[in-house]
């Protein structure tokens, strides 16, 4: 059964930069990060294509993150910079078997228990 882990959560000041890791015990899944901010719902961050050729931000994030993966998606990187407090949130990433890159987290069913990231002001 093909499961997620992320890692790489922590407190940040405003302007830091944080890079989280997911690992994915299966090969050739597409991967999304998402997240969760506090009284809001979860919401699309980046997705990686299973072939790792096609990518997608969220408009709060565009510019400032980077999504990347190995060659088959084992491991998946998200790389935020100029992070501010409004991207306090715990973030969850998951995998779906389709190939192409997903946005709908509603097509992820593998997810991850997801990893707290805290920016200070």
């Known amino acids: 059964q093909t499961q997620v882990a992320e890692s790489g959560g922590g407190l940040v000041q405003a302007g830091g930069s944080l890079r989280l890791s997911c690992v994915v015990s299966g090969r050739d899944f597409s991967v999304g990060w998402f997240r969760q901010r506090p009284g809001t719902p979860r919401e699309f961050v980046a997705a990686?294509?299973?072939?790792?050729?096609?990518?997608s931000y969220g408009d709060s994030v565009a510019g400032r993150v980077t999504i990347s993966g190995d060659n088959a998606n084992t491991a998946v990187y998200l790389q935020m910079n100029s992070l501010t407090p409004a991207d306090t949130a715990v973030y969850y990433c998951?995998?779906?078997?389709?190939?192409?890159?997903?946005?709908?987290?509603?097509?992820?069913?593998?997810w991850g228990q997801g990893t707290q990231v805290t920016v200070s002001s």
């Open positions: 998951a995998a779906t078997p389709l190939i192409s890159v997903q946005t709908n987290q509603a097509v992820y069913r593998i």
């Open positions: 990686i294509g299973a072939s790792g050729g096609s990518t």
